[in-house]
């Protein structure tokens, strides 16, 4: 049988750091520094840095970033905050955990990010709408200059979802730039889960802001409420960033950029390998967007079938998500939007997430796109 493919492989970015991530065990060995202290104090820096904010705040995962964001930001009981239902719970869990209802509105049909338009119908016809959670799918920004014109209309706040776009950029024709996703926003939340493009040793997240109360306020809210130890200025969530998984980010974030590169280049030799395959749908990446490819997502009406050809192969593929969030369980019975979802329903149907991670060779690659093709001569795609 064929070598596998696998769907990620952590291991070829971590071998030649091994001795640096090793150095970050001495040292919170040797200042017994577990919780706070210099390394997330650094790694803070240097993410906003990266960002192109003002802060950063580290916290235990990208759920309490967006949590966080969202409270520090005022959010409370009966307001309603308007986000897309393809994107993993996270993102729901928590509006719901800062207190508000959710309004679903879809997603555009080529980027699968939020549509504009529709979210203009909405906001036209929802009242109590406090703030918008675009989210950047896949490594890819939504139209920032759309939604951010719509929130000032409607008096909105916005907080990204940065989670899977760490790098990501967006061209801004109101302000004429470049813009890095997690500066674009009141405050915008970041996941290092392991596997994202930053990924920690476990679970890691922070929140970018330029807003100096926000910050302060998450610096509480992930410290027990805490301005100083054992004084408590409100009720807040264990929500810190451990020092040993800043440390290891602060190492990884010296090779973001080039990993990213190598994933834009990955994601271009799949769209020319791909090109020749009628019925397969490649990312579309508009003028305005550069992805980073946090993942590579065809779309095909035979998604399973495909998939199952490709296990047979030993060619691990993933799907990302196969059931739109206003199918779920925890919302059933709920009136949480008040437009059709079809597109996100239908992409949830069809889209297929291939092997994507920096390392991928070009014969791995070519393996992967021949098993397609050799699926597609059994089968009408």
């Known amino acids: 049988m064929n070598e596998r493919i696998p769907f990620i492989d952590l291991t070829l970015q971590h071998k030649d750091l091994e001795e640096e991530f090793i150095s970050v065990f001495r040292d919170a060995i040797k200042t017994s520094q577990f919780i706070g202290g210099h390394m997330v104090e650094s790694f803070e820096k240097d993410f906003a840095e990266f960002c192109g904010t003002k802060h950063a705040i580290g916290v235990g995962s990208g759920t309490d970033a967006l949590r966080f964001a969202l409270i520090a930001s005022g959010i409370k009981h009966g307001d309603v905050v308007v986000t897309v239902p393809n994107t993993f719970i996270a993102t729901t869990e928590a509006i719901s955990q800062a207190g508000a209802d959710i309004a679903f509105v879809d997603v555009d049909e080529k980027t699968y990010n939020i549509d504009t338009g529709k979210l203009y119908a909405l906001l036209k016809k929802t009242k109590n709408v406090k703030a918008v959670v675009p989210v950047h799918l896949f490594g890819q920004t939504a139209d920032m200059d759309g939604i951010r014109e719509l929130a000032e209309q409607y008096g909105l706040i916005v907080i990204e979802d940065a989670c899977q776009a760490h790098g990501a950029l967006y061209f801004s024709k109101i302000n004429n730039c470049w813009e890095k996703a997690g500066s674009m926003g009141k405050a915008s939340a970041f996941s290092f889960y392991p596997g994202k493009n930053l990924g920690a040793f476990g679970e890691a997240g922070a929140v970018t802001t330029n807003d100096d109360q926000i910050a302060m306020t998450i610096r509480m809210l992930r410290d027990h409420g805490q301005r100083r ?153």
Not at 273 to 286: K, N
Not at 325 to 348: C, N, V
Not at 352 to 368: A, C, K, N, Y
């Open 229 to 381: 130890k054992y004084y408590h200025v409100m009720e807040g969530y264990n929500g810190r960033l451990d020092a040993i998984q800043a440390g290891m980010l602060q190492i990884k974030l010296q090779h973001l950029n080039a990993w990213n590169n190598e994933r834009r280049q990955i994601a271009q030799r799949y769209n020319e390998l791909l090109s020749s395959i009628d019925g397969i749908t490649v990312p579309f990446e508009p003028e305005w967007s550069r992805a980073v490819y946090h993942l590579y997502v065809i779309r095909t009406k035979h998604r399973d079938a495909l998939r199952a050809f490709l296990a047979d192969r030993n060619i691990e593929t993933g799907i990302h998500y196969p059931v739109p969030l206003h199918k779920q369980k925890p919302y059933a019975g709920t009136m949480f939007w008040l437009e059709s979802l079809d597109i996100s329903e239908r992409l949830a149907q069809e889209i297929l997430s291939l092997p994507m991670f920096p390392g991928m060779t070009e014969q791995q690659q070519i393996r992967v796109v021949e098993a397609i093709k050799d699926f597609k001569k059994g089968t009408i795609i």
